[in-house]
């Protein structure tokens, strides 16, 4: 079984030890290992793309730290991977294995990131080649053919992105599917963006999500994708979310209440029915879904 151990620097390459000499990679893809060692904090991006890894375990930096001071050695990005191999040579109860769930969703995180760059880089595209048209009157081919490119990529991760959902969150990803308006994409985003734990509470998914109390707790990802939720149910008149929607705008309206504030009220009607629904119909899923494994069981 090979083992190697890691440090890792923004604008710098990889520096790798695999128990007999230091060198470097570009891509964290280039690493051939069963097990990687690393300090804590590692990124995102770069535990996404360990996928033929089998083992990531992870050291927390004060413990390379003392290990450094008591042998007097200077901190450097040769060094550190050497340490890191040697203190799990010496205390392997000091590593703790990134779960197979946690790494799962640091993949969710990180192809999510790269679809939601990718479709800002071709709307921006789009509205570049529009204003050229608008300007110049022409199509400038070579925009087109950067266009092209930006929607392969931009196709090939929300696949990347629905799959790993699917495989994160099951229960999650069908009960959001079986709403008419959700795509397996618009699921996958908001798997991407809600903590499991979150959804354990009314008041921890509404708060999340921005719809209840301390905004500074909340996410403005994870409210953009219920808003996108909400205006679906809306233009597809899902119910109950439709009749929620035109009952509590008429009774708005009567108060006096008008223009975009009335609109803004009504959807955050709707997204906060819409998050409480999620939450008792993923709560009884899993009750039935632990049943059935305890059947399971005990035959």
């Not at 969703?105 to 990131?113: P, V």
């Not at 699921?187 to 509404?206: H, T, V």
């Not at 309206?253 to 906060?272: D, F, P, T, Y």
């Amino acid at each position: 079984m090979k083992i190697v151990a890691i440090d890792w620097a923004v604008k710098k390459p990889i520096t790798v030890y695999d128990g007999s000499s230091v060198f470097e990679v570009e891509k964290i893809e280039d690493i051939k290992a069963d097990i990687v060692l690393s300090e804590t904090g590692v990124p995102r991006g770069i535990i996404a793309r360990m996928t033929n890894v089998k083992k990531i375990l992870l050291v927390p930096g004060e413990e390379v730290k003392k290990y450094r001071d008591k042998h007097k050695l200077k901190k450097d990005d040769y060094i550190d991977p050497v340490i890191i191999y040697k203190l799990y040579q010496e205390h392997p109860e000091l590593f703790t294995e990134l779960k197979e769930r946690n790494r799962l969703f640091e993949y969710i995180r990180y192809y999510h990131r790269k679809f939601y760059e990718l479709q800002k880089i071709r709307v921006g595209i789009n509205n570049r080649i529009s204003a050229l048209r608008r300007e110049y009157l022409i199509d400038d081919d070579e925009f087109k053919d950067i266009l092209k490119m930006v929607e392969q990529k931009e196709k090939f991760y929300e696949k990347k992105l629905i799959e790993a959902a699917k495989r994160y969150n099951p229960i999650l990803f069908n009960i959001l599917k079986s709403y008419k308006g959700i795509s397996d994409s618009l699921a996958a985003q908001f798997i991407a963006n809600i903590p499991k734990n979150s959804l354990e509470r009314r008041k921890s998914i509404l708060t999340y999500c921005g719809f209840h109390g301390n905004y500074k707790k909340s996410s403005r990802k994870a409210k953009t994708i219920v808003w996108k939720i909400v205006d679906q149910f809306i233009r597809h008149r899902v119910e109950p979310y439709r009749s929620v929607y035109d009952k509590y705008k008429e009774k708005k309206r009567s108060e006096g209440m008008k223009g975009r504030h009335l609109e803004n009220i009504c959807r955050r009607k709707v997204a906060q029915r819409f998050l409480c629904d999620l939450k008792n119909k993923y709560k009884e899923n899993l009750k039935f879904e632990k049943r059935l494994s305890s059947l399971v069981k005990s035959h």
